[in-house]
């Protein structure tokens, strides 16, 4: 299994530019998260779905948009960006929606420069 | 904002010894979840302890969890140059919100 696969890895934005930020997971976990991480600042979640059709907002959902059409596949779309959104972004996935007892899993984060 | 916030912040020992990292938590909660990140890589959960527990082992490491303090340790025992991360304390709030919130991680450096 591969877990939980974001790409692009790296990516340099011009402000205004739009993107979209892929995540994709292969455990049937119901529930996905995307949350950045900025220095100082820990993990602040963006928006997440308990399931296909899903998906409602967290702390910090301005300037994002997100879909779920699929279990594996959670995308998250950034529609004009700005340089406030430089950040590390990760997806998360977990068999349970929360409050269920079980563990996160992370992939390896995408750094997004918006110059 | 954010839910729970670990002390310190930054945390420097020698090989060998134990370190101890705090988490600090401002609502009542279902549950609550140490993480580990390596530099550049994403969250690897490390332990789960429920809200009716009070302590729980894995390995080289001990949770304690206070709630009437709102608070929890994480405690890594006979720590080795590979515990160098950072470790988060992350807090599922009742109240039917579906989130993991996190709080902003303590730095743990093991010096050789």
């Known amino acids: 299994n591969a877990g939980v696969t974001q790409t692009p890895k790296f990516q340099v934005l011009k402000t205004g530019q739009s993107m979209t930020l892929q995540c994709a997971q292969d455990?049937?976990?119901?529930?996905m998260s995307w949350y950045r991480q900025d220095p100082g600042m820990g993990l602040r979640l963006i928006h997440y779905s308990v399931g296909a059709g899903i998906t409602d907002q967290g702390e910090v959902p301005n300037g994002y948009n997100v879909s779920r059409s699929t279990t594996e596949d959670f995308p998250l779309r950034l529609l004009s960006a700005a340089p406030s959104q430089t950040s590390v972004y990760f997806c998360?996935?977990?068999?349970?929606?929360?409050?269920?007892?079980?563990?996160?899993?992370f992939g390896q984060g995408t750094r997004l420069t918006v110059v | 904002s954010q839910q729970g916030e670990e002390d310190p912040q930054a945390l420097s020992i020698q090989e060998g010894e134990n370190a101890t990292m705090n988490c600090s938590y401002k609502t009542s909660i279902n549950n609550l979840q140490w993480y580990r990140q390596n530099s550049g890589r994403g969250l690897v959960h490390l332990i789960l302890i429920r809200s009716n527990e009070r302590e729980k082992h894995s390995g080289r490491l001990r949770v304690t969890l206070d709630t009437s303090k709102k608070s929890s340790s994480l405690l890594i025992t006979a720590s080795r140059a590979a515990d160098t991360a950072s470790y988060f304390c992350?807090?599922?709030?009742?109240?039917?919100?579906?989130?993991?919130?996190f709080g902003q991680g303590t730095r743990l450096t093991i010096n050789p």
């Open positions: 455990m049937n976990h119901e529930y």
């Open positions: 992350a807090t599922v709030p009742l109240g039917g919100a579906q989130k993991l919130v």
């Open positions: 998360a996935s977990s068999y349970y929606p929360p409050p269920g007892t079980t563990e996160a899993f």
